[in-house]
């Protein structure tokens, strides 16, 4: 395998040493093949919002295992699956499931093509919208931790569509419009993949009022932020409203799923309703139904999940806040919800060419002062630590460990 992994970040390149292998894990807790166990905010990259083999979706998917793993067929239980999601996002008025958050931007973006006749996408600086061609120009986190903003075997021609913009500027938006062939702004809402960035005020308003104007799609990549930065996901969190949304980890609840929909007029022109194709052998596969269903439903039954989230991520952004300023560490906390990212170096982080300035050094010896007092954190300066339900009791615990570790990067 390359790098000894089937995901670059897994390496450990941004941080250095050697990464643990995993060889369980339960609620809060990873343990290693050596023995460790650690307190877990990797969360499989967010996908975990309850915790490791929450027993309500082990049952599910092992039951559903008991029933047959594939079929290719259509099942009821997508359609209860289907149900609970358009409850959830009513935005999305037509859905269609496929495997990753890859294949649903990959989609949304056809789609956007297919309906506007137009070829150009705008993405901003520092957003990732996974790793098909046209989305890999300055896509953050993954790329930038190797230190390659680009990649090659990407031709010229297909990211020449792509038009770059400055996230939580708008001018930089009207300006990527202003060459009128845009068929839809891809934006993260909130943005994860360069570091937490939450929108200034105004910013999602004003994308929505500019793709309105140039008859643009707004797409909302809410693959990290959908069921996580609130119940509906960033759409319901900050009140906008995109033409189509893409869905994953969450919804997968630990296993391959993801998703994109919205406006019933644009989803209708996929196949075979319409002539957009996209398909996917594996697509709805029952297992990751059952997963995703499993965690919607708890999603649904326990309205106060979010607020015991939001009061989690509060405490543990004032401790470390408060931690910085203590050992006179130069930085910002930055948060939405149940994630969050503490930038060292810059005050403030709005957009990429500020989160590129942290101190990536300071931050390496931030991970494995944290690792030796038994928290994992992902291991790159330009990804969100992820909350989950299960560190509530270990919260503080964790809080501990982490102010401990700022005071050792100094
Ligand atoms: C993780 C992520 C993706 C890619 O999803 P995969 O399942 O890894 O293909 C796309 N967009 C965003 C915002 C993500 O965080």
Redesign the pocket.
Known sequence: MPGGVN?PVRAFKAVGGTPPFVASASGPHITTIDGDVLIDFIAS??ALILGHAEPSIVAAVEEAARRGTSFGMPTTHEVELAELITELVPSLEVMRMVS??????ASAIRVARAATGKPGIVKFEG?????ADPFLVKAGSGAASMGEPDSPGVPAATVADTYLARFNDLESVERALGQGTAAAVIV?PVA??MGVVPPVAGFLQGLRDLCDQRRALLIF?????GFRVARGGAQERYGVTPDLT?L??VVGGGT?A?VYGGRAELMRKVAPDGPVYQAGTLAGNPLAVAAGFATLRYITENPGLYDELENMGADLEARLTQAMKEYNVAGSVQRAGAMLTLFFGPTEVRSWDEASTVDRDRFGRFFHAAYQGGVLLPPSPFEALFLMRAHGPLIDQAGEVLVTAIGETG
């Open positions: 995901s990259w967010g990753s958050g890859t294949e649903a931007t957003c990732y919208h996974g790793h993260e994860g993949n990549d809410e693959v990290m932020t893409c994953g980890k391959p993801a």
